[in-house]
T-cell receptor
Framework: DAGITQSPRHKVTETGTPVTLRCHQT?????MYWYRQDPGHGLRLIHY???????DKGEVSDGYSVSRSKTEDFLLTLESATSSQTSVYFC???????????FGPGTRLLVL | TQLLEQSPQFLSIQEGENLTVYCNSS?????LQWYRQEPGEGPVLLVT?????EVKKLKRLTFQFGDARKDSSLHITAAQPGDTGLYLC???????????FGKGTKLSVKP
C-alpha cells in the first residue's frame, strides 16, 4: 500500500466550470501520473511528473493541466470542464518510469 | 493504435473452472506487468515478467512471458469468486517512456 489518496472521491460539476483534482502520496515516490479510465478505452495517460515542477504530457492531455509544487502532491485541473471529461480519474505513483505503479482509489467525475 | 491487445474482453465462468487471458502486441517489451482491479478501486500489481519465456506462479495464477517478449498470458486454475475483477496488462519498452496499458479483461466468476 503506497499511501495514495485522492480528493474528492466523487464530484458533479457543470460544463464550463474549472475543476481541480488532488493526489497526495506519503511514499516519497519521484514519479506521479494522472490517468482516466473509460469503458472501451482502458487506462489512458493524461499527464505525468518526474519531479517537483517537472511535468509532461501524456496521450490525452488536451483540456487538462497539472502542477507539482511538492513531492507529495500532484494536481490535475480541468480548465473548463466538458461532458467528454466525465470519467474515473486515477492517480498513480512510482519509483522509476517502468517500475510498479501504485494507484489511488480514483475520483468519479460527472460533468453535466 | 492500441499497442497491447487483451482478449477476451469479457469472461464469465463458474467457480472451479480454469481460464486463460491473453495480452498480445506486435512490439517487443522489456518487461510486462499484470494488474488486477476490483470494482471501485485502483489497479494493484500482481506480477512483473522480464525474461522471454519466463513463467511465474502466484498461488493459482500462472503468468507467462512469450519467448519474443511480445505477448503474455495469465492462467487461473480453479477460479474462485474472489478472482472476479478487471485484469490489465501493461508493457514497458526499455528504461524510457511510460507504461502502455491494455484495455483489460473483465472476469466474472460465479459461485
Amino acid at each position: 500500500d503506497a499511501g495514495i489518496t485522492q480528493s474528492p472521491r466523487h464530484k458533479v460539476t457543470e460544463t464550463g466550470t474549472p475543476v481541480t483534482l488532488r493526489c497526495h502520496q506519503t511514499e516519497n515516490h519521484r514519479y506521479m501520473y494522472w490517468y482516466r479510465q473509460d469503458p472501451g478505452h482502458g487506462l489512458r495517460l493524461i499527464h505525468y511528473s518526474y519531479g517537483v515542477k517537472d511535468t509532461d504530457k501524456g496521450e490525452v492531455s488536451d483540456g487538462y493541466s497539472v502542477s507539482r509544487s511538492k513531492t507529495e502532491d500532484f494536481l490535475l485541473t480541468l480548465e473548463s470542464a466538458t461532458s467528454s471529461q466525465t470519467s474515473v480519474y486515477f492517480c498513480a505513483t512510482g519509483t522509476a518510469v517502468v517500475e510498479t505503479q501504485y494507484f489511488g482509489p480514483g475520483t468519479r467525475l460527472l460533468v453535466l | 493504435t492500441q499497442l497491447l491487445e487483451q482478449s477476451p474482453q469479457f469472461l464469465s465462468i463458474q467457480e472451479g473452472e480454469n481460464l486463460t487471458v491473453y495480452c498480445n502486441s506486435s512490439s517487443v517489451f522489456s518487461s510486462l506487468q499484470w494488474y488486477r482491479q476490483e470494482p471501485g478501486e485502483g489497479p494493484v500489481l500482481l506480477v512483473t515478467v522480464v525474461t522471454g519465456g519466463e513463467v511465474k506462479k502466484l498461488k493459482r495464477l500462472t503468468f507467462q512471458f512469450g519467448d519474443a517478449r511480445k505477448d503474455s498470458s495469465l492462467h487461473i486454475t480453479a477460479a474462485q469468486p474472489g478472482d472476479t475483477g478487471l485484469y490489465l496488462c501493461a508493457g514497458a519498452r526499455g528504461s524510457q517512456g511510460n507504461l502502455i496499458f491494455g484495455k483489460g479483461t473483465k472476469l466474472s466468476v460465479k459461485p
